[in-house]
């Protein structure tokens, strides 16, 4: 006799919610043999065998301006979405980050009695800490990366689990420096910084020039020194080589695309933008300096409501600053070539922040994808379904 399969419903909404979407459906595929899943997908749940109702591209929007240009969009997209899982109820729905979008969707899901789950948890302990009631209403099971997040909804009664974050699981504890820089054809024995501005158009727009002047400012104190970057797209690819025209078009910079991972293990030295990337570099073990700007306004609004004394992930992971952090007006070329220069000539400093790197790592390396999967499983069987 057939057995009728399990449908659970995932909405994922960029590139990270993709990967963390496509491991979690492969684990679950492991417990849950009978398995339909369907949702908004990228290029990586696709191929762990979601049925997409949408594509990721369509909730793919960052920032404060862009998500209002596109609500009605959006809104349009949430109401199909729930009007599908309401006649076609999951046995469970699973929203991947995106917490304006997917709280609001599980919400209105669990009332009519489908059990949800949040994987990745916003950012209430940093900001906007009022939402912890919109989540308590909207979510069975809130899934964590990190384990500094839990305490916050314990303290509010909200079901929750760490797991551990997927990078960390992926990443080996050593990489192989001298690898990657055969497969990019670099020396291995240049002092290479690895320009990394961002992967968005913003972030490009406030840092990228002064990602260029800082490696300028390097250059004319030690010229020995070699410049990298990866961009993520040919778009980004096209719009870093416009600013480097503009602000420094004799400046020597090897431009890779796609190969963000690769640059970061063949680099002495990191200059970050804030973000996950940062995660990764510190996971890579590399030695970092992370900066960030952003509008005026967005960052005068930030600063008032904003409750961390750190932004960059290895610092809030650590508890403490571990790896210097420039922002706003303080991201300039002269503070972050100067900080630069220190940690490229300090094999002392850089040795500290590895062994630091390594004790975070084993603190993450947790079977991520297993142990949301498990918990996941866990929860329909309470559920009954």
């Not at 420096?177 to 406030?206: C, F, Q, V, W």
């Not at 030695?287 to 409501?305: D, G, H, T």
Request: glycine fraction near 4%; include cysteine; hydrophobic fraction near 45%.
């Amino acid at each position: 006799m057939t057995q009728t399969p399990i449908k659970i419903a995932i909405v994922a909404a960029e590139h990270s919610g993709d990967l963390l979407g496509a491991g979690l459906i492969r684990e679950l595929r492991q417990l849950i043999p009978h398995l339909e899943v369907v949702g908004v997908a990228g290029p990586e749940m696709l191929k762990a065998g979601c049925n997409a109702l949408a594509s990721i591209e369509e909730l793919s929007v960052m920032g404060f301006i862009e998500p209002l240009k596109q609500l009605p969009r959006i809104l349009k997209l949430r109401k199909k979405l729930l009007h599908q899982f309401s006649e076609n109820p999951p046995a469970v729905f699973i929203g991947i980050d995106a917490p304006d979008f997917n709280l609001s969707l599980e919400k209105q899901l669990k009332q009519h009695g489908i059990p949800t789950v949040h994987y990745v948890s916003p950012s209430v302990w940093a900001w906007r800490q009022g939402r912890i009631h919109k989540i308590k209403k909207a979510v069975d099971l809130l899934l964590t990366l990190f384990p500094f997040e839990t305490n916050f909804y314990k303290e509010h009664n909200v079901l929750v689990k760490y797991v551990g974050h997927p990078l960390a699981d992926r990443i080996p504890f050593e990489v192989d420096r001298n690898k990657a820089r055969t497969a990019l054809h670099l020396s291995p024995d240049a002092r290479i910084i690895a320009l990394m501005p961002g992967s968005r158009a913003m972030e490009l727009r406030y840092l990228g020039e002064c990602f260029i002047k800082t490696a300028q400012a390097c250059l004319k104190q030690d010229v020995s020194l070699q410049f990298v970057t990866s961009m993520v797209n040919s778009k980004r690819r096209k719009q870093f080589e416009e600013i480097l025209k503009k602000t420094a078009p004799d400046l020597p910079i090897e431009i890779f695309e796609g190969q963000s991972q690769t640059i970061m293990t063949a680099a002495n030295v990191l200059l970050l933008t804030s973000g996950t990337i940062t995660l990764e570099a510190m996971l890579l073990k590399r030695p970092m300096i992370v900066a960030y700007r952003m509008r005026p306004l967005i960052y005068k609004l930030m600063k008032r409501i904003v409750k961390i004394p750190y932004f960059s992930l290895p610092n809030l992971i650590a508890k403490k600053r571990l790896v210097p952090e420039f922002l706003q007006e303080e991201a300039t070329p002269e503070n972050l070539s100067k900080e630069l220069l220190n940690l490229i000539n300090d094999p002392a400093k850089q040795a500290s922040l590895m062994e630091h790197f390594h004790e975070l790592h084993r603190q993450l390396r947790n079977n991520a994808d297993k142990k949301a999967a498990t918990a996941i499983q866990s929860l329909l069987l309470k559920t009954g379904a």
